[in-house]
């Protein structure tokens, strides 16, 4: 697996990673073993980035990731995590999680953006992680903690990379907005763009890429396939968008391409996948998965030829910027 580095530091990333969202099971239950199986087998076809958070199944996924990992050298994989959210003890629990994960909510989440909060929230996934050190750490979701998280967790995470202790950090979103106005209001070093800009759509291209082009900020591109609407070869009428049902338009778009990947011989999946590429700010490309099957079928993709051609078209049709 090829690697780039994260503008203005040493952290070399590899060029894809493994999301492990699924794992901590997200919408539905993966067996421990399944999940665990999962990071085996994602590492045994030579992916080296591990993407978790406390967020995913409420330390779930983190565990998860450390136990598939544990016994591995430490120095052969890039680690990320994510800060904003401290896992606390629930004091009324329903029987399940309500916030997208299928496990118990015997924990709830506690946001807090502040120093002393993203010092708790590292030493807490060290200890679920079961490593002694964590490569990139992501603010997430800081949507609503825009001043909690420039006064507190961004020169908290900045002294910790200058400490040594971690190796870059960034922020985490699902909006290009406030994405952009860190880029261009703090030192990070990379952004997680989470949707915003894929084959389908490129919000991000207009000023926030720009910007971390111009102040040298690393995107980490991931939800390349929409939440789903791009993940299959024929587009399904229900498919998913943005975790929703897609509206008739955009079930009409990813169709239209779809059939012009086709006609270029290859598939709406890989070209989804490759598409960030096209884009040299992107330095990596981290995919959900959830089973062994999910990682083959990944990595299946990412061989599948995609011809230069193909963009052309796209951008002559006005489908891609």
């Known amino acids: 697996m090829s690697t780039r580095t994260i503008a203005g530091t040493s952290v070399e990333i590899p060029t894809l990673g493994f999301g492990a969202a699924p794992i901590g099971n997200l919408y539905r239950e993966v067996s421990h073993r399944e999940a665990v199986d999962a990071v085996v087998a994602a590492w045994d076809r030579g992916i080296r980035y591990f993407d978790t958070a406390p967020h995913y199944g409420l330390g779930l996924s983190e565990r998860r990731v450390g136990e598939a990992l544990g016994g591995r050298p430490r120095n052969e994989y890039i680690l990320s995590t994510k800060v904003g959210r401290l896992l606390r003890p629930n004091p009324a629990p329903t029987g399940r999680d309500t916030d997208g994960f299928d496990v118990p909510d015997d924990l709830t989440r506690v946001r807090d953006y502040s120093r002393d909060g993203v010092m708790r929230s590292i030493e807490e996934s060290l200890d679920r992680l079961d490593t002694d050190r964590i490569d990139i750490v992501y603010i997430h979701d800081p949507d609503d903690y825009w001043a909690e998280a420039l006064d507190g967790a961004v020169p908290a995470l900045a002294s910790l990379r200058d400490?040594?202790?971690?190796?870059?950090?960034?922020?985490?979103?699902?909006?290009?907005?406030?994405?952009?106005?860190?880029?261009?209001?703090?030192?990070?070093?990379?952004?997680?763009?989470?949707?915003?800009?894929?084959?389908?759509?490129?919000?991000?291209?207009?000023?926030?890429?720009?910007?971390?082009?111009?102040?040298?900020?690393?995107?980490?591109?991931?939800?390349?396939?929409?939440?789903?609407?791009?993940?299959?070869?024929?587009?399904?009428?229900?498919?998913?968008?943005?975790?929703?049902?897609?509206?008739?338009?955009?079930?009409?778009?990813?169709?239209?391409?779809?059939?012009?990947?086709?006609?270029?011989?290859?598939?709406?999946?890989?070209?989804?996948?490759?598409?960030?590429?096209?884009?040299?700010?992107?330095?990596?490309?981290?995919?959900?998965?959830?089973?062994?099957?999910?990682?083959?079928?990944?990595?299946?993709?990412?061989?599948?030829?995609?011809?230069?051609?193909?963009?052309?078209?796209?951008?002559?049709?006005?489908?891609?910027?």
């Open 163 to 321: 400490q040594g202790v971690i190796g870059a950090y960034g922020v985490g979103m699902n909006q290009v907005e406030m994405l952009h106005r860190f880029v261009m209001e703090s030192d990070i070093n990379v952004i997680m763009l989470a949707g915003r800009y894929t084959l389908l759509e490129q919000g991000a291209a207009a000023e926030l890429i720009p910007a971390c082009i111009e102040r040298h900020v690393s995107i980490v591109n991931v939800g390349v396939f929409n939440s789903g609407l791009l993940s299959k070869n024929r587009v399904s009428p229900d498919a998913t968008f943005n975790y929703e049902r897609a509206p008739d338009d955009l079930v009409g778009r990813a169709t239209e391409l779809a059939e012009i990947c086709e006609a270029h011989g290859t598939t709406l999946p890989a070209a989804a996948i490759a598409f960030s590429f096209q884009n040299p700010a992107v330095t990596s490309v981290v995919l959900g998965m959830r089973t062994p099957e999910q990682v083959k079928r990944n990595l299946d993709l990412t061989e599948v030829p995609v011809p230069g051609a193909l963009w052309d078209e796209l951008r002559h049709r006005g489908l891609i910027l």
